[in-house]
């Protein structure tokens, strides 16, 4: 069927082949970034321990967006609509997490408390 | 080429509106990465609750993670992981086009997905048994500021309790505490089950071993309260007295993994764990959900695979397919420490 077709500009098949020894790699990194997050919640670091949490995550979406979603070959744009996802969350959260700062100590006194508190 | 486009003259999968079947797999992926940056600003929505709850009730997050087991997320996250790897693998098959090793590799992507729903379902099954149901139905729901279930709530705290103090899973609140009398000397009275079901009692093992008890007095204290003979038992006088202080009651210390107990949850905070719960539930429910939809959208591509529908020409049902299985793996890669390593 195809044969007769003209292959001009697909001579290397659609689309980036991913090699299985980096598909391999990938994985055994991910694992290693597993097992990592895992163990340094037994390491008590204040307050750094949510960031590292954080950072092995992207570290691990990264390495899926990239070689398993084939995004380090794709066209950029792809990987733009992503970046620009990832970018409105972050204002979407980090906006209401500063607002929620703003009256959070109003809400957080108890009803039953208040009328002291405030005095009437 | 395209002067001459007809339609004799040009592959089956090739729709008429795209010039190449390079053009039509580049367009096709473009629409679907679109569709997931609208999959990611939806999951944005729980994840913003999840950061504004988390931000200004750090306490009840510490306790109510207690009630998640982190070696079944991490089974979770390793088994997600592996099915994203025999997805890629498959979309490579499908590109070589290597039509056996393709099916092969979407059945253990479907596998993956089966396995992921059924560690979840032994979860979520834990959960339920212990009255942690998402919403109103939650053992720690309150209502005009007392337990709407104190039966349940007192099983829940038990179980929770358990599992923070780094005790055996109990099968039943009553086993829980009959153990935990049980490591302490002089407590034999209490080693019965059926006596320990009836003392409604959350407790908290302190850095120098002692065993503080608090009753509170909403969930029926035993009548005789020098039944526990300990020199740290405190009473409290109401849930949401404003009287009360946790006097007579040390916190564990918070070196390596910070855990509280019910006790350590200030009256006000005790009444907002079930909103952890509601949340766990939503971001974990929504995300099976997806888990759900990928698995048929695999499913449907077995059935294709198998007729030998895909090949080096025409490939991008597996590819797209495969980017949406990778997203939800991309979210549980947030999900996981973020709800089961709390820290």
Redesign the interface.
């Known amino acids: 069927?195809?044969h007769?077709?003209?292959h001009?500009?697909?001579d290397h098949?659609?689309?980036h082949?991913?090699p299985?020894s980096l598909?391999?790699g990938?994985?055994a990194l991910?694992?290693v970034f597993?097992v990592l997050?895992?163990a340094v919640?037994?390491?008590?670091l204040g307050p750094a321990?949510?960031w590292i949490?954080?950072g092995?995550?992207v570290a691990?979406?990264g390495l899926?967006?990239l070689?398993?979603?084939?995004l380090r070959y794709?066209?950029p744009?792809?990987g733009l609509?992503?970046v620009?996802?990832?970018l409105?969350?972050a204002i979407?959260?980090g906006i209401?997490?500063m607002d929620?700062?703003e009256y959070?100590q109003n809400i957080?006194t108890?009803a039953?408390?208040r009328p002291?508190a405030v005095g009437g | 080429m395209s002067s001459e486009h007809g339609h004799d003259n040009h592959p089956p999968h090739l729709a008429h509106h795209f010039e190449t079947p390079k053009q039509q797999f580049e367009s096709g992926k473009l629409g679907m990465w679109v569709f997931l940056a609208t999959e990611i600003l939806m999951f944005g929505g729980l994840f913003c609750a999840y950061s504004i709850y988390r931000g200004n009730h750090q306490d009840v997050f510490l306790y109510g993670y207690g009630a998640l087991n982190k070696y079944w997320g991490a089974t979770n996250t390793v088994v997600l992981l592996a099915s994203s790897l025999t997805m890629a693998w498959g979309v490579r098959a499908a590109q070589k086009g290597q039509q056996k090793l393709l099916l092969a590799m979407l059945i253990a992507t479907f596998m993956g997905g089966v396995g992921f729903m059924c560690i979840k379902t032994i979860e979520y099954k834990a959960k339920w048994d212990h009255g942690l149901f998402p919403g109103t139905m939650n053992a720690f729901y309150y209502k005009n500021g007392a337990p709407a279930y104190p039966d349940k709530i007192e099983h829940a705290i038990a179980y929770i309790d358990a599992h923070n103090t780094g005790g055996h899973a109990p099968a039943h609140g009553g086993e829980h505490l009959a153990d935990a009398h049980a490591e302490a000397p002089a407590h034999d009275e209490h080693a019965a089950p059926e006596a320990a079901s009836e003392a409604s009692e959350a407790h908290a093992e302190t850095a120098e071993g002692h065993t503080a008890v608090i009753i509170p007095a909403a969930f029926g204290a035993p009548a005789d309260v020098s039944l526990i003979p300990h020199p740290a038992v405190t009473t409290e006088t109401g849930l949401l007295d404003t009287a009360i202080d946790n006097a007579g009651v040390t916190v564990l210390p918070h070196a390596g993994h910070t855990q509280r107990v019910w006790a350590s949850l200030s009256p006000e905070e005790q009444g907002k764990v079930h909103i952890f719960f509601a949340i766990y539930f939503l971001m974990t429910g929504l995300h099976g959900l997806h888990v759900l939809i990928g698995m048929a959208v695999i499913l449907w591509l077995i059935i294709k695979a198998a007729k030998g529908t895909f090949g080096k020409e025409y490939f991008t049902p597996v590819d797209i397919g495969g980017l949406y299985w990778h997203l939800v793996d991309l979210i549980w890669i947030f999900l996981f420490p973020l709800l089961y390593l709390i820290h």
């Open positions: 069927m195809s007769a077709h003209t001009d500009d697909h098949g659609i689309g082949i991913t299985v598909l391999l990938v994985f991910l694992m597993t997050t895992v919640t037994y390491v008590d321990n949510i949490a954080l092995v995550a691990k979406a899926v967006a070689y398993f979603m084939h794709d066209s744009f792809n609509i992503l620009s996802a990832f409105f969350l979407f959260i209401s997490l929620t700062g959070q957080h108890p039953t408390v002291a």
